[in-house]
């Protein structure tokens, strides 16, 4: 693994993202972003807090933190970064049947970055959902479909944790208002 590319610990919150390999789209079709959804919760959800995500058509990104061992008591633990490579590799299968496509989808080693202080993490949530809007795929981020944003403000059940994220905002009311006064944002890193 690159000297640039920090391992996943457990007990620790990350930036996940990647994107398609030389750039070429990950969602191809319409439900390939339901079925990425799918392939996401069923190979993470047991190890894995979901707090946001962003399905762009050549690349995604997630924030969340990778449970404690101590947590994962009854589950046969494997390397913390073999249940997103898993998932990487489920996906790409999927995608290369659907669309008769052949070789790597994704680049590789994918992007993780540790989330190390609060101020941090709800700046990360605001650029993921900010992220539609920045690369000009819609106007206003809220119109974008393929995010966490309007799961985290409705009510309907949800796997992603939709009360941490509101307590780490203060409330449902300062999540929606701070999306809406912050400006779109810069890259919080040099390189995406």
Same mark, same amino acid.
């Given at each position: 693994?690159?000297?640039?590319?920090?391992?996943?610990t457990?007990?620790?919150? %990350?930036?996940?993202?990647n $994107?398609?390999?030389?750039?070429?789209?990950?969602? /191809?079709?319409? $439900?390939?972003y =339901?079925y990425?959804?799918e392939?996401?919760?069923?190979?993470? !959800? #047991? /190890?894995?807090?979901?707090? =946001?995500?962003?399905?762009?058509?050549?690349?995604?990104? @997630?924030?969340?933190?990778? +449970?404690?061992?101590?947590?994962?008591?009854?589950? +046969?633990?494997? *390397?913390?970064?073999?249940?997103?490579?898993?998932? %990487?590799?489920?996906?790409?299968r999927?995608l290369?049947? =659907?669309?008769q496509?052949?070789?790597?989808? %994704?680049e590789?080693? %994918?992007?993780?970055?540790? @989330?190390?202080?609060?101020? !941090?993490?709800? $700046?990360?949530?605001?650029?993921?959902? #900010?992220?539609?809007?920045?690369?000009?795929?819609?106007?206003?981020?809220?119109?974008?479909? !393929?995010?966490?944003?309007?799961?985290?403000?409705g009510?309907?059940?949800?796997?992603? #944790? $939709?009360?941490? @994220?509101?307590?780490?905002?203060?409330?449902?009311?300062?999540f /929606?208002?701070?999306?809406?006064? @912050?400006?779109?944002? *810069?890259?919080?890193?040099?390189?995406?």
């Amino acid at each position: 693994m690159p000297s640039d590319i920090p391992p996943i610990t457990f007990g620790t919150f %990350f930036h996940i993202y990647n $994107r398609g390999n030389n750039g070429e789209n990950i969602f /191809v079709q319409e $439900r390939n972003y =339901a079925y990425f959804m799918e392939l996401w919760w069923k190979h993470t !959800y #047991q /190890v894995f807090e979901t707090w =946001a995500f962003c399905l762009l058509r050549n690349h995604f990104h @997630v924030a969340g933190f990778f +449970k404690n061992k101590e947590d994962l008591e009854g589950l +046969k633990i494997k *390397e913390p970064s073999q249940y997103f490579s898993n998932f %990487f590799n489920a996906y790409s299968r999927g995608l290369n049947i =659907a669309t008769q496509r052949t070789g790597a989808l %994704f680049e590789r080693p %994918f992007k993780r970055i540790p @989330v190390d202080s609060e101020a !941090y993490l709800m $700046r990360l949530i605001i650029y993921i959902h #900010q992220n539609p809007q920045k690369h000009k795929f819609e106007d206003d981020f809220r119109d974008w479909n !393929y995010s966490s944003y309007h799961e985290l403000t409705g009510n309907t059940p949800t796997r992603l #944790q $939709r009360d941490k @994220v509101m307590q780490l905002f203060g409330s449902h009311e300062d999540f /929606v208002r701070i999306h809406q006064e @912050v400006q779109p944002l *810069e890259d919080i890193y040099d390189e995406e």
